[in-house]
């Protein structure tokens, strides 16, 4: 069965910095989707960025960037020019062709100003 | 355009008793999938939806069921509820069972069960 797995619980950056999260998955398939997911206090999951594996070339969304090494099964989440908007629950999430979604543990951001 | 949309925001019910949570799709999405989020964990997919039928399950106990209505609205229903059954429940719409489609959630219904 595919599992993700976040590693940081938690992770803080200076507002205007850049920050990482990481995230790891395992998985026997070829073809699938990678996402990362913000939960603000809101409670509302929204969608940051997604990553086609067949697509060699990084995702890139503004201020969100993504470094996915396929052979490594890591995919990790860039944040450059941090804002205190960005403070969340960020949750990583793996999803085969028909499958379901399977989501990390999340990593708690805190942004300070 | 009306996003995913849910109901109720809150809830409370006893060990024992059953609950009906109720989900919304956007505009123009005709699969429904439904996840619990334990405090502190990621989401755990439940089932999905797509023409009125149950599609896929996860690890879930047959407690939890669900329906999908004609015009693709869904319903979870709890039977028999547990202390562990506290969590947030979010529903998620999409267009079609293709995992390349993006799915998009509802604000959740929190459940404590006492």
């Known amino acids: 069965a595919q599992t993700v797995t976040q590693s940081q619980p938690e992770m803080s950056v200076q507002e205007a910095e850049t920050v990482t999260l990481s995230c790891t998955y395992d998985t026997s398939e070829s073809d699938y989707y990678l996402f990362w997911y913000k939960q603000p206090p809101s409670r509302q999951m929204i969608l940051v960025i997604r990553q086609e594996a067949y697509k060699q070339q990084n995702a890139t969304e503004n201020r969100f960037s993504v470094n996915f090494q396929k052979a490594a099964k890591s995919f990790s989440l860039k944040i450059s020019d941090s804002q205190l908007g960005d403070a969340a629950m960020y949750f990583c999430?793996?999803?085969?062709?028909?499958?379901?979604?399977?989501f990390g543990a999340g990593t708690r951001l805190t942004v300070k100003p | 355009d009306a996003g995913v949309t849910q109901s109720p925001t809150h809830l409370i019910k006893t060990r024992g008793q059953q609950v009906t949570l109720r989900c919304s799709p956007k505009?123009?999405?005709?699969?429904v999938s439904w996840y619990q989020q334990a405090l502190g964990q990621g989401p755990q997919f439940i089932f999905q939806y797509y023409e009125e039928e149950e599609r896929q399950r996860g690890n879930f106990p047959d407690r939890f069921s669900g329906h999908q209505f004609p015009n693709y609205s869904s319903e979870l229903n709890v039977n028999a509820l547990l202390l562990g059954d506290s969590a947030l429940y979010l529903c998620a719409s999409s267009l079609g069972l293709a995992g390349a489609n993006e799915q998009f959630f509802g604000p959740g219904t929190r459940l404590t069960v006492l």
């Open positions: 999430a793996y999803r085969s062709p028909w499958g379901d979604m399977r």
């Open positions: 505009s123009g999405h005709d699969t």
